[in-house]
């Protein structure tokens, strides 16, 4: 199967809540076709939901690059989501770390 054909399958496994299966067949849209950015586009955003940022950004990175138009604005939204995440989850330890300190005095 395409690239195309692969990522479109993937968005109605999403749909129907198969995020599983939509991340097999992103990978294996991204592996068919390295300058399909609308794969690492929709892998990355799955990435994002799953909070795993170093994946994320990556594909992300590779959509940006690659695409144009659409895909790239999508891209950069994104990347900017990866950012805010990333800092709320920092802050989030800080506060976790700021508690146990103030438990042990």
């Known amino acids: 199967a395409c690239a195309v054909l692969l ?3 993937a968005a109605a496994h999403r749909k129907a809540g198969n995020d599983n299966g939509a ?13 399909y950015a609308k794969a690492f586009l929709r892998r990355g955003e799955l990435l994002l939901g799953r909070r795993q940022f170093p994946g994320a950004r990556a594909d992300l990175e590779q959509a940006l690059a690659k ?7 999508a891209a950069h939204e994104l990347l900017a989501r990866v ?13 976790r770390q700021q508690q146990q300190q103030q438990q042990q005095q």
Do not use: F, I, P
């Open 7 to 9: 990522t479109n399958r």
């Open 23 to 35: 991340l097999s067949d992103l990978s294996d849209a991204v592996r068919r076709d390295r300058r």
């Open 67 to 73: 695409g144009s138009g659409d895909v790239r604005a």
């Open 83 to 95: 950012a805010r995440e990333k800092e709320l989850e920092r802050e989030h330890e800080r506060r």
